[in-house]
Structures are given as structure tokens and as C-alpha cells.
């Protein structure tokens, strides 16, 4: 059946049908979820052939590719839309227009999910707090499921009927379709510019990610960012986390008299940081995030704190690489917006100041419309060398400059990674060189030069290993 021929029937079939648009993992998973459940379903994808058509189920008589099927979104009942098709979309908007409802895969598994739900989204540290909440639930012996955004569907979790708990990462692009998601408990956990192309403003972007605390049992507050507080009612149960000593009942850190830092609930310290094997001060903030998602959820502590010393983070976010010269590598290639590198030059930066040490910053790709000025106070005070690669390179050293970055800073065009590891080399090389750590958190989207963000930094990560290669042969021609 052709596709025009297939939509006249629909045309005709009454007001049930239900239409996906986007074949990527998410829309795939919806098209299968709702054939399941019987529904009357039809796929429109721009792709001309999209990657995932051939695993559509048969049921599925009308797939309209090649472009959004204008026609065929105004015979829906409802349209569910993948995460990376904007609302503005004109065949998305004339069916808005047109009062069709448009939702998202994580409406449709709110309304179908009978477990407690916690939800989390935030600018920054999202799939590590959600990594680490799920890891906290399946050491306590909870049956979690782990999806959203972080690379599962979250319809898929449904396929487990013994599930308790679900764990959710979720991005604006996801929330800005969901309504009265009701999580057991929700957190924002942290704000700064990221999707500005798409959301339009800070006021767009911070209205769609606090959709997540509608109707949500409980909250989890970030001190340090005013932006994360819902408006949500007083009496509500709600933790917060921060930098300083908490108050009764909240997270926070408090430093002995010899200078060690421990996690604190209320007075009692929980954990010493050493403890960790994740770095940083902003790794300090996931930990107390993940330790009160997991308390609201009614996660024992002890199992908790037990999970925490055991987590070793994720891949391509602030993640250690080696060490070659005395000098450390890091790949944070995670890091996409300015939001994520702030965090990571500020938890990484605080390590090595005071050894007087500085990080050599790699950042570049492309840009998102962000203004990338707001980096230069933490480049000011914790990195000496900085180096551009990507398309927006050199957009990112025009903000830089005119945000009055200090002349102590050298800043470096290099394009590419390979470019950067010759510059590397040169700049180390000398005997007053303060860098003791390298650091990629680009601030930036991959897709110029990269298929994604790990594409990036396992790129980062075969260089580092070729300096390891290039010292060995080194040491044996001598």
C-alpha cells in the first residue's frame, strides 16, 4: 500500500489513529508499545529511509518518510513526538493549531508506569546522578529500571513487570510535552544556558525543565542555583544539597580543622571525600544529589554511602585517562554545554591550585548559540592554556576576549585534536609550564567533526595513549 493511499484510508478509519513522529530509539519504542496496545498507528519521519524502519512492527500499514506528513498529522487522535523534532516544526505546529494533542514517549510511560517514578533533569550531571540513584536502588535489592534520556526508552522499562522503582533522565526537549509527570520525587539539579537555539531563551528552557516537578510527591533543591527551586507548595517534602554545612535534615559539606572535606547530613559527616573515586567539587554536589533522590525514594543510607565509594563515574565525563609527562588527561567530552565545563574547570581546577598547578582547557565544536564569556572568570582562576578546535573555534575565543580574559592565559587555534596534541607537546615542554592537568570539556556539541560526544573523547583518549606510545619509543631510541 502506497503512502497516500494508506493515509486515505486512515482518513476514513475514525479518530483513533495515533501518530509517531521521529524513527529514532524513542519513536521506535512507541511505535511498538502502542501496536501492542492495539492502537491504530502510523510513522512519519523526515529521513528518506530512516535506520530503524526495517524494525517497525507489520502491523503498521502507513510509513510516510521523506518528510513530515503534514496531512496525515491532521487526522490524528494524539501525536507523539520524538525528542530531537522542535515544536515549531510547521506540520507540528499546524497540528498544534489545530488543538491535536503532542506529546512525548515519557507522557505515555507516566500514564502507563504504576511504580514510583524518580525524575531527574538538570544543564549538567543528569546521567550521573541518574546513573548512580539506579545503581543505589539495584545494591539495595530494588527491582529499578533506568532510561529516558540516558539511552533507554523509557517505555522499554515496561517490559519488566517486576519493576518497583524507575529512575528517569529527562531532557527539556522531553519535558516540554509532558504534563503532571507525578514523581515520587523530582529534581532539577542545576540550571545554566544549554539549547538556546531551540528553547529560544533562559526563560523557555527553565519553563520546560520545571515541568518535571508537576505534580511531583517530593523535591530535591540545589542551594548554590536559585534557578533549580520549584514553585511548588510549601509544605511539600523537599531536601536540599550544597557546598557549605547544611542545616538539620539537609546535604552539604563540612571541612575538619586539618582540611578534610566529608559529606554531611545535618552535623553528621557521612562520608570523607577521599572516599570517593569520583573528583571534584561538583562530583561532591552529585553524590548529595544522588544520596537525597535516594532518601525521598526510601533508599537505606548505609547501602547508599556503601554504592557511593564503589561508583567510578561515568565514561567521557571528568573521566581520568592517564598520566604522561606529570601531567594528567582528562576526557569530559560529555561536557556540551558551558554549564558542564564551569563544573569541570572549577572541581578539577580546585585540585590542583593548591599545588600551584594549572589545566591546559580544550574546548570547541559547535556552539548552541551560548555565550561563552561566562566561562572566563573560571578560566581567569584555574586554566593557563586554551585551545580551540571545531567549527566555532574561533567564535569562542572572540566571547572569550571580550570578556576580559587574562593576559596570563594563552589561547591557542587548532581545529582539530590532532592539531591540539602537537600544541599540547609545545606548551608542556616548557620548564615554567604551570599545566598539570589537560582537560576536554568542550562547552560544545560534537557533530561538526564527530559522530557524538564519545566519538570525541575516545578520539581524545587514543591521542593520550599515542603520547604514552611516542615516550616509550622515545626512551628506547635514547
Partial sequence: ?????????????????????????????????????????????????PTLAAQLPDEIEVRQFGNIDA????????????????????????????????????????????????????????STVTTLVGQMAA???????????????????????NMELAVLELSSFQLETVTNLGAKVATVLNMSPDHLDRHGDMLGYHQAKHRIFQGAKSVVINREDALTRPLVADNLPRISTGIHAPDKGQYGLITDGEGQTFIARGTERLLSADKLLMKGRHNLLNAQAALALGELAGLPLESMLETLQQFTGLEHRCQYVGSFANIDYFDDSKGTNIGSTMAAIEGLGAVYAPKDGK???ILGGQGKGQQFGE????????????????????????HLRAAKISDDVALH??????????????????????????????????????????????????????????????????
Fill in 1 to 49: 500500500m502506497t503512502a497516500h493511499n494508506a493515509t486515505e484510508t486512515l482518513i476514513h478509519k475514525g479518530n483513533g489513529l495515533q501518530v509517531v513522529v521521529g524513527l529514532g530509539q524513542s519513536g521506535l519504542s512507541v511505535a511498538h508499545y502502542l501496536a501492542k496496545q492495539g492502537y491504530q498507528v502510523a510513522v512519519t519521519d523526515a529521513q528518506v529511509a
Fill in 139 to 161: 545494591d539495595a535489592g530494588i527491582n529499578v529500571g533506568v532510561g529516558g534520556n540516558i539511552g533507554i526508552p523509557a517505555l522499554t522499562l515496561l517490559d519488566n513487570t
Fill in 71 to 126: 496531512e496525515l498529522l491532521q487526522q490524528a487522535a494524539r501525536i507523539i513526538i520524538s525528542p530531537g523534532i522542535s515544536l515549531d516544526t510547521p506540520a507540528i505546529a499546524a497540528a498544534r493549531h489545530a488543538n491535536i494533542p503532542v506529546v512525548s514517549d515519557i507522557q505515555l510511560f507516566c500514564e502507563a508506569c504504576t511504580v514510583p517514578i524518580v525524575a531527574i533533569t538538570g544543564s549538567n550531571a543528569k
Fill in 359 to 361: 589545566l591546559l582547557l
Fill in 413 to 478: 587555534q587548532c581545529q582539530t585534536l590532532e592539531n591540539a596534541f602537537v600544541t599540547i607537546q609545545q606548551v608542556t615542554a616548557s620548564s615554567l609550564s604551570q599545566v598539570q592537568a589537560v582537560l576536554l570539556s568542550p562547552a560544545c556539541a560534537s557533530f561538526d567533526q564527530y559522530s557524538g560526544y564519545a566519538a570525541r573523547g575516545e578520539h581524545f583518549s587514543r591521542l593520550v595513549a599515542q603520547l604514552d606510545t611516542a615516550q616509550s619509543d622515545s626512551t628506547i631510541i635514547s
Fill in 375 to 398: 566561562l572566563t572568570p573560571f578560566i581567569n582562576q584555574y586554566v593557563s592554556q586554551v585551545l580551540f578546535i571545531g567549527e566555532d573555534g574561533k567564535q569562542i575565543e572572540q
